[in-house]
């Protein structure tokens, strides 16, 4: 029995229809089909046929079982069964809003009284019987395939634990206090040169300012960013959280020394910066 599981297919429909005719047991069935005994019971009770009128002709017919399971599945879809809701998710998607942006603003404004989570938005999007409306261009990284939840795994990067960003103060983490910024590189594919920008977002405000820097060096790089951040014009910088990319020991050192350091690919704490950044990508390539 393959420890992944698969949808019941209509071959495998047509095959427990023969064995239930010869009358194997379930066990057996559920071993000649490589399920569990569970997934065959379940497959009878669900989708054997039944007629009040002519209760002669009930039984598992491995098509109508098919049909049967097909016709539940769409129904079961939310999406399916609200098609302004649908079309409503469509659009703002196609106006760059990100499905957790909708599913919020679904709730908060009122636009529709049925609960859609991000998770049901994703799932219309990368199906395959809706995958042919290309929403996955809209999505902030539009990527053709989904990737698995929990697929980047963390790594042990060459910072102090007490400068990571899981361990500041609360009123940090909570956007309480104004002057609180956080860092990240944008670095572009090859074909578009060495170019690359620095982005830095205020915490509260969400202010963002980009430093286009000439080249991949980390000197450079940091110089600027610590330079516009130790005399920001005009706003009052108090703490910094920089999201590091790879770079020389010196550069390491000059991060440490000026605020808190995250550990690479922990993107659930540093969920306040990615948005303004990705919408700010859009407009620079």
Known sequence: MSRCYTQI??????????????KVSINEMARLLGRHRSTIYREINR??????????????????????ARERRCRLRKLRRHPDLREEII??????????????????DGISLVRVCKET???????KEDYGLGLYEYLPEARR?????????????????????????????????????EGD??????????????SLVERKSRYLVLIKNPSRHSGPIMGRATGLLRA????????????????????RERLVDCGDVDHRYSAGERRGLGTPVRRAARHLV
């Open 9 to 22: 297919t209509l071959a495998d429909r047509r095959r427990l229809q023969q064995l239930m005719t010869a």
């Open 47 to 68: 989708n054997t046929f039944h007629d009040r009128e002519l209760p002669d002709y009930d039984g598992y017919y491995s098509t109508l079982a098919n049909d049967l």
């Open 91 to 108: 659009s703002q998607l196609k106006a760059r809003w990100s499905p957790e942006q909708i599913a919020g603003r679904l709730v908060s």
């Open 121 to 127: 938005i994703y799932r219309f999007i990368y199906n």
């Open 145 to 181: 395939k989904r990737r698995p939840l929990r697929s980047r795994k963390p790594r042990d990067g060459a910072f102090p634990s007490t400068h990571r960003i899981s361990k500041r103060p609360d009123i940090v983490g909570q956007r309480l206090q104004f002057g609180h910024w």
């Open 185 to 198: 590189l944008l670095i572009f594919e090859r074909p578009f040169g060495e170019a690359n920008i620095t």
């Open 232 to 251: 920001p014009p005009r706003l009052a910088g108090v703490a910094i959280g920089v999201l590091p990319a790879q770079g020389h020991r010196r550069s």
